[in-house]
């Protein structure tokens, strides 16, 4: 098992989704790997950048990526699908593509990025560096029969020409994880549809759409709770809830858990009542009504 | 060689000639099978579908692509991408569209999308980290949005999910050289 790892944030993390910088730290000590933050590290562009200006939009992750390699990191993890995909698209075109790297590398000097570093996705580490044995060796509680989706979005398998940990249409790791921990995992057919997470304030009414049809099924299916990864699929999915139901005259009530915050509470982390504030949907009688909390 | 040929054939075609340059995506290779497009969550409210932009590339109809409102509402979450069974990276196409469409100063169809990306990356430019808070307040100030969100806006305040105070890179110059060049109005 790995012992330690680059880490990079990113926006959402330090702001509209700190509770899964948080749970994820706490999760990771628990396993005993040390997150090294990438020091002074920047914005990657998002989903906005490569829309204006492509050079713009590899020359941002290009600063993180060299920094990261500056301090011998090996691996860098970024937990967000967006800031994830990003970092890893540049990767791919700057060490195939010497006349974008020679453009970058000029625009990020005093910084350079050789090519070396490894970006991973919060499941890729789990599944492949942590090991699901090793995980479920840590148990301490059992997740009690939770029924839930797993919501996996866009970018964390499907990014074109990149070989994906998982299926790119049909993963199944965030399944294998919680399963052998006691939860029940629903099988549905949106788990890699689009949320619409980067339209949910310039198109909100497209994203409403999107997401109406993701709710829906995760309900329709019987789910209890949805699980994600990403902090943009997570805050899309919880906030738009409230909007849908209101427009459509829906009854949505349905939680979206960080996978983080399911294994946390199976390893026996216990944290204040306080983690669960962030949430739009109130998960706590959830958690309570299984025992969980 | 070939490509000049080609040109002069056809000179609309210079366009899907660009891409094939600027993005190495070859076009060509499209045989409508519109599988792309069965797989796109945003086709429904676009004006023309991934398989017709990839058509309209080839026959060269800039003004047009540049002027749709399908290049702006594309999510980038590359099921077209992932899908076409000649490898075109239709996505990689769209956003080339999208530069181009900045680059020339398109006035383009959906101009709250564009300044919602133009504002987010000012804060980058800014802060070398997305400022929140303030982008987004400007951003709803000037589209006039700004009384119909407070409320949710308040809500994820209160939840803990918007930071009051930008979080800033200490090595701003290097973030200023990053966007010296850029397109992103200053
Ligand atoms: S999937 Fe590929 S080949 Fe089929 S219509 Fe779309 S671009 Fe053309
Ligand atoms: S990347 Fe854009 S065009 Fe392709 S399927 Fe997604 S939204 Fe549609």
């Known amino acids: ?293 | 060689m070939e490509q000049k040929a080609e040109e002069i054939r056809n000179p609309e075609r210079s366009l899907a000639l660009m891409v094939k340059e600027e993005t190495g995506e070859n076009v060509f290779a499209c045989y409508q099978c519109l599988k792309c497009t069965a797989g796109c969550p945003m086709s429904f409210a676009m004006d023309y579908p991934p398989n017709q932009i990839i058509r309209m590339v080839q026959l060269g109809l800039k003004e047009e692509l540049l002027n749709s409102k399908a290049i702006w509402i594309c999510s980038s979450c590359y099921t077209c991408s992932v899908r076409c069974p000649n490898d075109i990276h239709i996505a990689h196409v769209i956003d080339f569209l999208r530069n181009l469409a900045i680059k020339e100063k398109v006035k383009t169809a959906e101009e709250n999308v564009v300044l919602f990306h133009e504002m987010f990356l000012q804060s980058v430019s800014k802060y070398g980290r997305a400022y929140e808070a303030q982008f987004l307040s400007k951003y709803e100030m000037k589209t006039g949005k700004l009384i119909k969100n407070m409320v949710s806006g308040l809500k994820m305040f209160l939840k803990g999910r918007m930071a009051i105070l930008p979080q800033k890179v200490k090595k701003m110059d290097e973030i200023k050289k990053i966007f010296s060049g850029s397109e992103v109005p200053k």
């Open chain 1, 1 to 293: 098992m790995i012992q330690e790892t680059g880490y990079y944030p990113g926006c959402s993390l330090h702001a509209s989704s700190k509770n899964l910088d948080i749970t994820l730290k706490d999760l990771f000590k628990k396993l005993g790997i040390k997150l090294n933050e990438i020091p002074d590290w920047n914005c990657c562009g998002a989903s906005a950048a490569h829309c204006i200006d492509e050079i713009l939009a590899l020359s941002l992750p290009a600063r993180d990526l060299a920094r990261a390699e500056k301090e011998g990191f090996k691996t860098v993890l970024a937990p967000c699908s967006a800031c994830y995909q990003r970092l890893v698209v540049t990767h791919e075109i700057l060490v195939k593509d010497p006349k974008k790297m020679e453009k970058v590398e000029k625009l990020i000097s005093p910084n350079s990025y050789k090519g070396t570093i490894v970006i991973k996705n919060i499941m890729d580490l789990l599944i492949n560096d942590v090991t699901i044995p090793e995980i479920v060796a840590r148990k301490e509680k059992d997740l009690n029969g939770l029924k839930f989706v797993a919501y996996y979005g866009c970018w964390l398998t499907r990014i074109p020409r990149v070989k994906s940990f998982d299926s790119v249409e049909n993963p199944v790791s965030i399944e294998n994880i919680l399963k052998p921990l006691g939860a029940e995992p629903i099988d549905w057919p949106y788990k890699t549809d689009c949320c619409g997470g980067s339209f949910s304030i310039s198109k909100e009414e497209l994203v409403i759409e999107l997401d109406d049809k993701i709710i829906s099924m995760a309900d329709k299916v019987g789910a209890e709770c949805i699980v994600t990864t990403c902090p943009l699929c997570q805050t899309n999915l919880d906030v738009m809830q409230e909007k849908i139901n209101k427009i459509k005259g829906k009854d949505f009530n349905l939680p979206v858990f960080y996978i983080t915050e399911l294994l946390g509470i199976a390893l026996g982390i216990k944290w204040s009542s306080k983690i669960w504030r962030y949430h739009m949907v109130d998960p706590v009688d959830l958690l309570k009504s299984k025992r969980l909390i």
